[in-house]
C-alpha cells in the first residue's frame, strides 16, 4: 500500500498526516521520526481528499467548532487496540475517562495496563481521543505527544464546553 502525508500547521506544533488507500493511517506529531518505519516511503501529496479532510476537521477542532470526527480511518491494530480505540472514540468531548473504565467497557475489567499500552500505540491522536483518558486518580499519564500537549489538549476542550443555557466562546 502506497501512504501520502501532507503537514497541518497546530496550536501545539506541526503534525503529519498521513493517509492509505481507504483512510487516514495516522496523525504525526512534530518530534515523531518513525513514520519512514511504519508506512515506507511516503509521497507528499496535500490535494489527497482524505488529507484534506481531516485537515479541514482538525482546524475545526483547534477553533472549537469540531467536538467530534468524520474522517474516514484506516488504522492497523490488533483486536484488542481496536476495541479500544473504538471505545476512545465514545468519550464525550471535554471529559475524561480512566484506564480502568475503558477496560470495563470493553468487557475485560483487569486489563487497565493492556489498555493503556493499547492507548499508546494509537496512531491516530486527537481524532481518536487517547489524550481523554488519565489515571484512575485523576492525573496525566504518558502520551505519545508529550503530557504537556495532553494537558494543553484537555484545556483546549474544556474551554469550549460550558453548562447549558452559557455562553460559549473564547473568553466567555
Known amino acids: ?4 502525508y501532507t503537514s497541518l500547521a497546530s496550536p501545539l506544533g506541526r503534525l503529519r498526516l498521513v493517509a492509505g488507500d481507504q ?11 518513525g513514520s519512514a518505519q511504519r508506512f515506507g516511503a511516503m509521497a507528499e501529496a496535500a490535494g489527497h481528499p482524505v488529507l484534506v479532510h481531516a ?11 469540531r467536538r ?10 490488533t ?7 473504538t471505545a476512545l472514540r465514545t468519550i464525550p468531548f471535554g471529559q475524561t475517562r480512566s484506564y ?9 475489567d483487569k486489563a487497565g495496563r493492556a489498555v493503556g499500552a493499547a492507548n499508546g500505540r ?5 481524532i481518536v481521543p487517547c489524550h481523554r483518558v488519565i489515571g484512575a486518580d485523576g492525573t496525566l ?13 484537555l484545556a483546549l476542550e474544556r474551554r469550549w464546553v460550558s453548562p447549558p443555557g452559557a455562553r460559549r466562546g473564547p473568553g466567555v
Do not use: C
Open 68 to 77: 467530534s470526527f468524520s474522517v474516514p480511518l484506516a488504522v492497523a491494530g
Open 122 to 126: 494509537n496512531p491516530i491522536p486527537i
Open 79 to 85: 483486536e484488542f487496540q481496536q476495541r479500544v480505540w
Open 23 to 33: 483512510g487516514l493511517a495516522a496523525v504525526l506529531w512534530e518530534h515523531q521520526d
Open 1 to 4: 500500500m502506497q501512504y501520502v
Open 141 to 153: 499519564t504518558g502520551f505519545t505527544g508529550g503530557v504537556a500537549i495532553k494537558a494543553q489538549l
Open 55 to 65: 485537515q479541514q476537521q482538525l482546524a475545526d477542532y483547534f477553533a472549537g467548532t
Open 100 to 108: 480502568g473504565q475503558i477496560a470495563a467497557q470493553i468487557g475485560r
